[in-house]
């Protein structure tokens, strides 16, 4: 539907708000030349893909157009932008530890490279400077927002090292593991620039769902069919979910991750059009066509 050649795609239109991204991340971990200094500023290479700030400044200037301004960021907004990839890091340098792993980002990991009580200490002062970050853009509401993120992604973590759960319970305890680890810091992102721009709640609220729906259908792709075939069909779910029972573990997975997409565009369609709004719409169109 939305496949005019002529729209920039999503990557290119965020390019312009992304180009001193890392950059600036490097200045907020101002630590003198130590080691320290080197391990924090090891992964703000430019490899990594930096979807959250990119939704983040696509999802900032959609809603500031929607509140009759013009598209351009505001401060807090870009910081936002920057908060959110700090955040995300610090937590995969944590996670590379608890999983013992030795790549991330195509390089050997910091707890590979300096031990994981370095790398440890490393993603500490990656959120320490996030949060620090956050407090100077002075909306108590926003660092609530963000620091929710922090909790859930823990409680995520945490979720995944071990459950007790019973057959029925098992898928519920996926997704609301998925959106911990991975979409309430897009949802909660999104929804932080849309209170930045003193956005009415409605408007809140759909770039939290938008932010959320995305981060699910994001994760779906890397669920295992096999988890998939293990739920029960007992307990209670609707017509949608039946479906999605009685079809095989890759349907399902398909299915469900199409659902979550479909949501997000209905979503952000409610906001007035924009080049950035297109560009969202498009992005969760690339997640439904990408090759699996
Ligand atoms: C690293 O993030 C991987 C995870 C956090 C696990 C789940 C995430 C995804 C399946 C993709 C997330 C999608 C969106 C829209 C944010 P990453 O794949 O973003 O890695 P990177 O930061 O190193 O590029
Ligand atoms: C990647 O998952 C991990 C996460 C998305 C979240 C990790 C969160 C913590 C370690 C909690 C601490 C949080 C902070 C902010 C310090 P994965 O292992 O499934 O993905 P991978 O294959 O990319 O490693
Ligand atoms: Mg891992
Ligand atoms: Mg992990």
């Not at 779910?237 to 565009?265: F, K, M």
Request: aromatic share 8%; net charge neutral; proline share 2%.
């Amino acid at each position: 539907i939305h496949s005019d050649a002529k729209l920039k795609d999503p990557f290119t239109l965020a390019q312009k708000d992304l180009n001193h991204l890392y950059d600036d991340i490097k200045k907020e971990l101002f630590v003198s030349k130590s080691e320290l200094k080197s391990l924090c500023d090891y992964y703000f290479d430019g490899k990594g893909k930096a979807f959250r700030p990119m939704i983040v400044v696509l999802m900032a200037r959609a809603c500031n157009i929607h509140s009759n301004r013009d598209g351009d960021l505001l401060p807090g907004q870009r910081s936002i932008a920057m908060i959110s990839e700090m955040i995300h890091t610090a937590s995969l340098v944590h996670d590379d530890v608890i999983d013992g792993s030795d790549k991330r980002r195509g390089k050997t990991t910091i707890n590979e490279v300096w031990g994981e009580r370095k790398a440890i200490l490393a993603g500490d002062f990656i959120l320490s400077a996030a949060s620090m970050a956050l407090a100077r853009i002075g909306n108590n509401t926003v660092v609530s927002v963000l620091s929710q993120v922090i909790e859930d992604l823990v409680r995520g973590e945490f979720m995944q090292l071990g459950s007790k759960e019973n057959e029925s319970e098992r898928f519920k305890h996926y997704l609301e593991k998925s959106f911990k680890k991975t979409a309430s810091l897009i949802a909660n992102s999104c929804k932080a620039v849309s209170i930045l721009v003193n956005s009415d709640p409605e408007v809140q609220e759909i770039a939290f769902q938008y932010g959320r729906n995305v981060g699910i259908a994001f994760q779906f792709p890397e669920l295992h069919a096999m988890i998939m075939r293990r739920f029960s069909t007992t307990g209670d779910v609707d017509r949608a979910w039946q479906y999605v029972l009685e079809s095989d573990g890759v349907d399902q997975t398909n299915y469900l991750a199409q659902s979550y997409c479909r949501e997000a565009i209905r979503q952000i369609s409610l906001l007035r059009p924009s080049p950035e709004r297109d560009a969202l719409i498009r992005l969760t169109e690339m997640v439904l066509t990408r090759d699996k």
